[in-house]
């Protein structure tokens, strides 16, 4: 049970480059999330998928699509990366317990964008 | 819209004193908060849940709806507490287990 993978762990790209951040989880969990952390901001959700089918912008979705492949996957594309997108990204996924949520988070993606 | 605030972006103690990391929150309507931890090198986890009413790892922390505060406390700091805190908040019903993260602070033990 290897919980929230993801991949790569570490990117370098140039400004105006793409790639595609991979994210699988193997609890069978109906929610994933996107998350984006920053020194001095925490973590600011970038998009979510409450289920298999369907995703949702978050606060900062700007920048970025995501896909739902399936219920284990949830992708996070960046189209056009910038300076302003470096940054370590989280991929999580949660299930419902007693009456609340709680999630399980990957290792991160750590971006830099030159 | 639901806000999470942590005032201190560090904090530092000594071994055996207690500490206490401060979470404020604002929302309307009646939410569920969380403390999340990220020690060195390991990815984030949930610590506790104030719906729970547990003590993890010597930890506690007690929901204050009067003054809308979820402060994270341990009476005796040890060294493995350095880490990374993040208090955060789920509004409930249909936002699908999303959650509102503070700034989070640093906490180091010193020896």
Known sequence: ?114 | AQRVTQPEKLLSVFKGAPVELKCNYSYSGSPELFWYVQYSRQRLQLLLRHISRESIKGFTADLNKGETSFHLKKPFAQEEDSAMYYCALWAGGTSYGKLTFGQGTILTVHP
Not at chain 1, 43 to 68: F, H, M, Q, W
Not at chain 1, 93 to 101: F, H, M, P, T, V
Not at chain 1, 102 to 110: A, D, I, K, L, S
Request: aromatic share 12%; charged share 20%.
């Open chain 1, 1 to 114: 049970n290897a919980g929230v993978t993801q991949t790569p762990k570490f990117q370098v790209l140039k400004t105006g480059q793409s790639m595609t951040l991979q994210c699988a989880q193997d609890m069978n969990h109906n929610s994933m999330y996107w998350y984006r952390q920053d020194p001095g901001m925490g973590l600011r959700l970038i998009y979510y998928s409450a289920s298999e089918g369907t995703t949702d912008k978050g606060e900062v979705p700007n920048g970025y699509n995501v896909s739902r492949l399936n219920k284990r996957e949830f992708s996070l594309r960046l189209e056009s990366a910038a300076p302003s997108q470096t940054s370590v990204y989280f991929c999580a996924s949660s299930r419902l317990r007693a009456l609340s949520y709680e999630q399980y988070f990957g290792p991160g993606t750590r971006l830099t964008v030159t």
